[in-house]
């Protein structure tokens, strides 16, 4: 199941694990596994959020949406950085001197480095939101969770990216 979930994650958040190549169309049955993962993903932050912090469930839910809300902004961000960085490469493998590169990439750069302070920006609100109604000790739990879970779900994205690589080589 946890590998289920872990792939459907990769499916909706494979934009910035594809390493700045365009993100292709997903079809419906991979949108219906990505869907699917949500309720699965909210419960199992809710209950980590209850076991490590000792909050109350719907306190706990509280702060699990809002961390969803997060992930959306995050990864609508990361799709069009990797978009950024597709057309990055469009230019800088093809034709034209280095003037003309630079004067076109000029402004695909200041979009994608916009996009990334807007992404550092997401995470500060998202923690400064969730952590006023904790304690010290609460806040630096919710840290360390957060980075916990976050770390798993992209190494999840990898390894599916990965595997679909192994499956297109076959």
Same mark, same amino acid.
């Given at each position: 199941?946890?590998?289920?979930?872990?792939?459907?994650?990769?499916?909706?958040?494979?934009?910035?694990?594809?390493?700045?190549?365009?993100?292709?169309?997903?079809?419906?049955?991979?949108?219906?596994?990505?869907?699917?993962?949500?309720?699965?993903?909210?419960?199992?932050?809710?209950?980590?959020?209850?076991?490590?912090?000792?909050?109350?469930?719907?306190?706990?839910?509280?702060?699990?949406?809002?961390?969803?809300?997060?992930?959306?902004?995050?990864?609508?961000?990361?799709?069009?950085?990797?978009?950024?960085?597709? @057309?990055?490469? =469009?230019?800088?493998?093809?034709?034209?001197? &280095? %003037? +003309?590169?630079?004067?076109? /990439?000029? #402004?695909?750069?200041?979009?994608?480095m916009?996009? @990334?302070?807007? =992404?550092?920006?997401?995470?500060?609100k998202? &923690? %400064? +939101?969730?952590?006023?109604? /904790?304690? #010290?000790?609460?806040q630096?739990?919710?840290?360390?969770?957060?980075?916990?879970?976050?770390?798993?779900i992209?190494?999840?994205?990898?390894?599916?990216?990965?595997?679909?690589?192994?499956?297109?080589?076959?």
């Open positions: 199941m946890r590998k289920f979930i872990l792939m459907s994650l990769a499916l909706g958040g494979a934009a910035f694990a594809q390493q700045g190549a365009p993100r292709p169309r997903r079809d419906e049955a991979q949108a219906m596994d990505a869907a699917a993962a949500a309720p699965w993903l909210m419960t199992l932050r809710t209950q980590r959020i209850v076991q490590t912090l000792g909050l109350p469930e719907d306190q706990a839910k509280t702060i699990a949406q809002r961390w969803s809300v997060y992930d959306r902004d995050f990864l609508q961000r990361a799709h069009a950085m990797g978009q950024l960085r597709g @057309r990055f490469n =469009q230019i800088l493998i093809g034709p034209g001197g &280095e %003037d +003309d590169k630079n004067a076109r /990439l000029k #402004p695909l750069l200041d979009q994608f916009e996009q @990334r302070r807007q =992404q550092q920006d997401l995470k500060l998202f &923690e %400064d +939101d969730i952590r006023t109604q /904790l304690s #010290p000790a609460q630096v739990r919710l840290i360390l969770l957060v980075d916990d879970l976050q770390k798993t992209r190494e999840g994205i990898r390894e599916a990216v990965k595997e679909g690589r192994q499956r297109r080589l076959n």
